[in-house]
């Protein structure tokens, strides 16, 4: 995933605004054309709210009950005439796609929900997930491409162990707002493990929850390097360090890929540890075997996945190479 464009993101919440503006004074036109009296009201209102003020720098007294008895009489009479015309209470009142900032991304000067939202949606547009997952879901996922055959060293044959992870990785999905247990995804190239990711980014995307994908290379060696070790402070970087900790169903995909030094253990201790703490879920996968994985990443990371995670070993065929295979073969007939 690439930088983000913060300014894009900014500039997009001014065009919200503006267009729910025209949207409200759209509206109030249609109002005040069909009901002359709406206006009357409202210019009323404004205009005794107007002198009230000036009254008040000029230290002048006001009849503070009275004004507000003659609003509310006023508001009585525009709520009943909006009944009378079939319009709901609230058409003429300010329009926001999100109500808790008022499209500003920000509440109490703090990023807002739907803020994080478009960060993370660049982000995903940035590295083409979205597109990927249109094809890579659960309905897509086919045990078939697993041999049911039994190999050497292994209980089950790939198919039944391809169902059984399938099942409980949909189970899974479905109990995700009552248990978030992490998942470690691990099996050798081309055996289905980032289909598997995506299947379940997807189910939960499409359940409204909050889901961060981050190949391993780029969370450790470009976004924790450039916030961290070299200081960055910029908006969209405090965002994605916020979302890393505080997402619903963080994915690092392809851990082993980067190079693992002493910060990155560190790094991905500390994101194991505190998500777990938290309750919110991540899921790792790896082409690294379970000895490997200690080894490389500490028998203390390896025990706190052990003690909380799923874990899904898939095996088997090269499935990419069978597809390939498949498909050269059905273009031949």
């Known amino acids: 995933m690439g930088n983000i464009n913060y300014d894009d993101i900014l500039s997009r919440l001014s065009r919200i605004r503006q267009d729910n503006l025209r949207r ?11 009901i002359p009296r709406i206006k009357e009201i409202d210019d009323a209102i404004a205009h005794s709210a107007v002198q009230a003020s000036r009254a008040r720098i000029l230290h002048q007294e006001v009849d503070e009950e009275a004004l507000s008895m ?3 009489a006023l508001r009585d009479e525009k709520h009943q005439l909006m009944a009378q015309t079939g319009y709901p209470d609230d058409y003429l009142a300010p329009i926001y796609n999100c109500p808790a900032c008022r499209d500003s991304g920000y509440v109490d000067g703090k990023p807002c929900s739907c803020l994080k939202h478009m960060v993370i949606s660049q982000l995903y547009q940035q590295s083409t997930i979205e597109k990927v997952l249109e094809t890579e879901n659960f309905a897509s996922f086919n045990p078939d491409f697993y041999r049911d055959e039994h190999i050497a060293g292994y209980n089950y044959t790939p198919y039944q162990n391809a169902q059984s992870i399938l099942s409980a990785s949909r189970q899974f999905t479905e109990n995700f707002q009552d248990s978030r247990p992490g998942i470690l995804i691990y099996g050798e190239t081309g055996t289905g493990k980032t289909f598997l990711t995506n299947c379940i980014a997807k189910e939960l995307l499409d359940k ?12 450790f060696d470009n976004i924790l390097q450039d916030i961290i070790i070299k200081g960055g402070h910029e908006p969209h970087q405090k965002m994605l360090y916020d979302y890393i900790y505080n997402c ?6 392809d851990l082993g890929t980067e190079y693992t030094n002493s910060f990155v253990l560190s790094q991905l201790f500390e994101i194991i540890n505190t998500r777990t703490i938290k309750r919110q879920s991540t899921l790792i996968s790896t082409n690294l075997d379970l000895q490997e994985f200690k080894n490389r990443y500490t028998e203390r990371i390896m025990s706190r996945i052990v003690d909380s995670y799923l874990i899904f070993n898939l095996y088997g065929d090269n499935i990419r190479y069978v597809k ?10």
Do not use: P
């Open 248 to 253: 619903d169903f963080l994915i690092i995909d």
């Open 208 to 219: 409204g929850y909050t889901v961060l994908y981050l190949s391993a290379i780029n969370l």
């Open 24 to 34: 409200q004074d759209n509206r109030k036109a249609e109002v005040y054309a069909r």
């Open 324 to 333: 390939r295979m498949k498909s050269i073969a059905r273009n031949k007939r």
């Open 70 to 72: 003659k609003n509310h």
